[in-house]
């Protein structure tokens, strides 16, 4: 037997866990949760499926720290985009603008990946990884707004979670950043309207 030559088994001594889920989430980002195979992931992580498993126990435990990842690395600074010394009308501007912008960051991956992974697939377990960070996003809204408005802070919010799932959909069907923002200043526009 060769012992020279032999390829060594598991994954390489290099191999960084932060990078591969950094690389993890633009795939599930490009083509969604479930046009990734593991193959995919292997592939582009550099791994044999055992380290795969070994290193993140399965691809929808991959896929929360790919989401938890983008949360922190990506997502929207909800607490800062709706700051309480910004009026309401200021604030969803504001929104409503950071997302066209970050929607349309990646040309490769355009859209938000939780607001993208949240209208479903057929996983259960990423399903609810998704869904329970899209709720939390909602929360974290809804407490911005009743901050200043105490009367209809959950109707706003949805209506905030709405314009955004709208400018993540028109991202991905590949509207530029210009359009987007000019949905987003639309939707701001009405909703100061509706309140006057």
């Given at each position: 037997?060769?012992?020279?030559?032999?390829?060594?088994?598991?994954?390489?001594?290099?191999?960084?866990?932060?990078?591969?889920?950094?690389?993890?989430q633009?795939?599930?980002?490009?083509?969604?949760?479930?046009?990734?195979?593991?193959?995919d992931?292997?592939?582009?992580?550099?791994?044999?499926?055992?380290?795969?498993?070994?290193?993140?126990?399965?691809?929808?435990?991959?896929?929360?720290?790919?989401?938890?990842?983008?949360?922190?690395?990506?997502?929207?600074?909800?607490?800062?985009?709706?700051?309480?010394?910004?009026?309401?009308?200021?604030?969803?501007?504001?929104?409503?603008?950071?997302?066209?912008?970050?929607?349309?960051?990646?040309?490769?991956a355009?859209?938000?990946?939780?607001?993208?992974?949240?209208?479903?697939?057929?996983?259960?377990?990423?399903?609810?990884?998704?869904?329970?960070?899209?709720?939390?996003?909602?929360q974290?809204?809804?407490?911005?707004?009743?901050?200043?408005e105490?009367?209809?802070?959950?109707?706003?919010?949805?209506?905030?979670?709405?314009?955004?799932?709208?400018?993540?959909?028109?991202?991905?069907?590949?509207?530029?950043?210009?359009?987007?923002?000019?949905?987003?200043?639309?939707?701001?526009?009405?909703?100061?309207?509706?309140?006057?």
């Amino acid at each position: 037997m060769d012992t020279k030559n032999a390829k060594p088994r598991g994954r390489p001594r290099a191999f960084d866990v932060d990078e591969a889920v950094g690389k993890a989430q633009a795939l599930f980002h490009q083509r969604g949760y479930d046009a990734v195979s593991l193959t995919d992931l292997t592939g582009a992580l550099g791994i044999n499926p055992p380290s795969f498993y070994a290193a993140f126990g399965s691809k929808a435990d991959l896929y929360g720290r790919a989401l938890e990842r983008y949360a922190k690395t990506e997502g929207l600074d909800f607490e800062r985009l709706l700051a309480p010394e910004k009026s309401l009308e200021d604030a969803l501007a504001a929104l409503f603008e950071a997302a066209a912008v970050a929607y349309t960051a990646h040309p490769d991956a355009t859209g938000c990946l939780v607001i993208e992974g949240a209208r479903g697939g057929t996983d259960a377990i990423a399903c609810d990884k998704v869904k329970t960070l899209w709720r939390q996003s909602r929360q974290v809204v809804r407490d911005a707004i009743a901050r200043r408005e105490t009367d209809r802070p959950d109707e706003i919010a949805d209506y905030a979670m709405a314009v955004l799932a709208g400018i993540s959909a028109s991202a991905r069907d590949g509207l530029d950043v210009n359009r987007l923002r000019a949905i987003g200043r639309t939707a701001s526009r009405a909703f100061v309207h509706e309140r006057t």
